[in-house]
C-alpha cells in the first residue's frame, strides 16, 4: 500500500463526493431484458461492487436512442422514461451500501452485433471493422459495412446523448459530461432518482 497512499482517501469528482479512489470499470454485461429494461440480476450485480467497498461503479454501456446506437442483445437503454426508471432499483441497492454509480452511455457505431431497431449500422465513415461478431451478444458472422453517418445523423447521436439524461418528469434531475471529441457522456444516475 506504499505505493498507492491515497487510495482509500475521500475524492471528488465534480460535484460527486467519493468515499475512496476504488471505482469498478464498466464490463459489457448484456443481462438486462430484451426490452433494454434492467432487471434483478443487475441490482445485484452493481449493488455486490459498492458493497465491498468500492466508491464508484461505471455501468455498462447503455444505448441512449431507440434508432442506432443499441450494440448487444440484452443491453441496457436509456432510451426512455421507462427505461431510466427501470434503473431506480439499482440506484437505490448502491447507495444503500454507500456507494455512486454513473451510467456510460454507448453508441455501438460500426461494432452493432445486435440491435432491435434497425437491421442497419451506421458509423463515422463507411469501413468495415475486422473480425467476428460475438454470438452471445447477439451477432453471427463478420461485421456488416455500416453507412457513413450524414452530419444530420452525428447531431441526432449527440442529442441522443445529451436527451438519455434528461427524464421527462424531472429535467434538471442528472449530471452529465458530453465532450464531442472524445465522445464520452456520464449519467450520475444518483440524480436522476
Keep these: ?38 432487471n434483478e440480476r443487475m441490482v445485484r450485480y452493481y449493488s455486490r461492487f459498492a458493497a465491498g467497498g468500492f466508491s464508484l461503479i461505471i455501468t455498462e454501456g447503455t444505448y441512449p436512442d431507440k434508432g442506432y446506437s443499441q450494440g448487444y442483445a440484452n443491453q441496457p437503454g436509456m432510451a426512455d422514461e421507462e427505461q431510466a426508471e427501470a434503473w431506480r432499483p439499482v440506484v437505490d441497492a448502491v447507495h444503500r451500501e454507500g456507494g455512486r454509480i454513473v451510467c456510460q452511455l454507448m453508441h455501438a457505431g460500426a461494432l452493432v452485433q445486435y440491435n432491435r431497431f434497425t437491421q442497419r449500422a451506421i458509423a463515422p465513415s463507411a469501413v468495415q471493422p475486422k473480425g467476428k461478431q460475438l454470438e452471445e451478444h447477439g451477432g453471427e458472422g463478420p461485421f456488416a459495412l455500416p453507412e457513413a453517418m450524414t452530419t444530420a445523423q452525428i447531431e441526432e447521436v449527440i442529442d441522443s446523448f445529451a436527451k438519455a439524461r434528461c427524464v421527462p418528469s424531472r429535467p434538471d434531475s442528472t449530471e452529465s459530461k458530453f465532450m464531442r471529441r472524445t465522445g464520452i457522456c456520464w449519467i450520475n444516475l444518483s440524480r436522476i432518482i
Design 1 to 38: 500500500m506504499n505505493h498507492y497512499p491515497n487510495l482509500f482517501s475521500e475524492y471528488r469528482i465534480g460535484s460527486l463526493p467519493l468515499a475512496n479512489r476504488l471505482a469498478v470499470a464498466p464490463m459489457t454485461r448484456t443481462s438486462a431484458e430484451p426490452s433494454g429494461l434492467v
